[in-house]
């Protein structure tokens, strides 16, 4: 019925030429090039055009996904730009200053977008005030996955309180020429609108995910257990995503050190990134022979990954949760995996969950209970079962 009204809406009005400018590509591993898709797949889908804005980095994957290979109404334009340490701030920084100019050239070409969707990056300053120059004329849909310099600042990319509050302010006259601001939860919301946002301005629009791939692998279908031949008498619990610096290693530490003494439950650490030597050495030198890891897998079998766990643990940094979200968690929860969480206890994205019976957040360094709570619902499997399709079901 949803879909008939989308349809029907869309078809009474005129189609859209959207163009949509991002700092991040494709071929880069990114947790939230799986929006990106399935959005400007939605685009498409409901008659509009869209030309996308694109970077190449690390060329892993394609450029364009196979999804929107070929798709009428796409075009696209990708600027091949260096690779640079996201400790390195300030490189990093200039790097994005030149890809501003660098995407100009391109997105100046496209004479008749209807409105611009621009992607948040550190450096957004930058495009807003060319697009307000060259194009002024054109709303700008300003989309935020990760609230700066809050985000930098909180985990320690940014040390220096000067250069966050100078940069804090340089994003409040984003906030003025966007249209629109769109966050990924209650709490970026208020925290977007505490550094300057008008809050009638914040739309909140939760973390999508793609409905026909994100669904439960059974077992005997799994590709990720068959191509490391898991055995599957234990009870696992898994991470998979980006090991960097927002991931706190150092709680699944505390967590293996805590479950030793039982020997059925696993831990599964699938990905890569910045602190993934580190966090292996760390757990050689403590003897946590607990803990599995695995190198990151394709997009096509995401959903088997998450699908080999009994449940999923986000470990993050102090911080993260009011800047951002773990966008992975709706594929989490249409895999019917129920999700235990170290972050802010006071925060929205904590409470969610508690109210709805659908998973458990711990509070940051409060590992006991973490190990508590995997060790209950590890001896609950009907509890287990309750909140994974109660998780399922939201």
């Known amino acids: 019925m949803r879909e008939r009204q989308q349809k029907g809406y869309a078809g009474k009005r005129n189609k859209m030429k959207i163009l949509y400018i991002t700092a991040e590509g494709f071929d880069t591993p990114n947790p939230n090039n799986q929006m990106a898709e399935v959005l400007i797949r939605s685009f498409l889908d409901n008659g509009h055009k869209v030309h996308l804005i694109q970077s190449h980095k690390k060329g892993i994957n394609p450029d364009v996904p196979f999804s929107l290979l070929d798709r009428e109404g796409f075009t696209v334009d990708t600027v091949v730009r260096k690779v640079v340490d996201?400790?390195?701030?300030?490189?990093?920084y200039i790097n994005d200053f030149k890809y501003a100019f660098s995407a100009m050239r391109y997105w100046k070409k496209v004479k008749d977008a209807d409105v611009i969707y621009l992607q948040s990056n550190p450096t957004i300053l930058y495009p807003m005030l060319l697009l307000r120059i060259f194009k002024h004329k054109v709303p700008i849909v300003y989309s935020i996955y990760d609230v700066f310099p809050g985000?930098?600042?909180d985990i320690g990319v940014i040390k220096s309180k000067l250069?966050?509050?100078?940069?804090?302010?340089?994003?409040?006259?984003?906030?003025k020429m966007a249209r629109a601001i769109i966050v990924l939860s209650t709490d970026m919301k208020d925290k977007v609108v505490k550094q300057g946002a008008k809050r009638e301005k914040v739309y909140v629009v939760p973390a999508w995910y793609d409905v026909e791939t994100a669904k439960e692998i059974a077992i005997e279908d799994n590709k990720f257990i068959k191509k490391y031949n898991i055995p599957t008498d234990k009870f696992y619990i898994q991470f998979a995503g980006t090991i960097g610096y927002v991931f706190n290693y150092h709680t699944v530490i505390e967590l293996a050190k805590r479950l030793k003494n039982e020997p059925n439950i696993m831990i599964q650490i699938v990905g890569e990134g910045n602190v993934k030597d580190r966090f292996i050495k760390e757990a050689q030198e403590a003897h946590l022979d607990n803990i599995s890891f695995y190198p990151l897998q394709p997009v096509d079998i995401v959903p088997d990954?998450?699908?080999a766990c009994n449940l999923c643990v986000i470990p993050l940094m102090k911080g993260v949760i009011g800047n951002g979200v773990p966008s992975k968690v709706p594929i989490l929860m249409a895999c019917k995996r129920v999700v235990v969480s170290?972050?802010?206890?006071?925060?929205?994205?904590?409470?969610?969950?508690?109210?709805n019976r659908?998973?458990?957040?711990v509070d940051i360094t409060d590992y006991d209970s973490l190990a508590e709570a995997v060790v209950r619902l590890y001896h609950s499997p009907e509890e287990l079962k309750l909140m994974a399709n109660n998780a399922y079901n939201y």
């Open 358 to 361: 659908m998973g458990i957040a």
């Open 305 to 307: 990954v998450y699908s």
């Open 151 to 153: 985000h930098a600042y």
């Open 342 to 355: 170290s972050v802010e206890s006071d925060s929205d994205y904590a409470r969610m969950f508690a109210q």
């Open 163 to 175: 250069i966050f509050n100078t940069l804090k302010i340089l994003q409040k006259p984003c906030y």
């Open 86 to 92: 996201k400790t390195r701030f300030v490189k990093r």
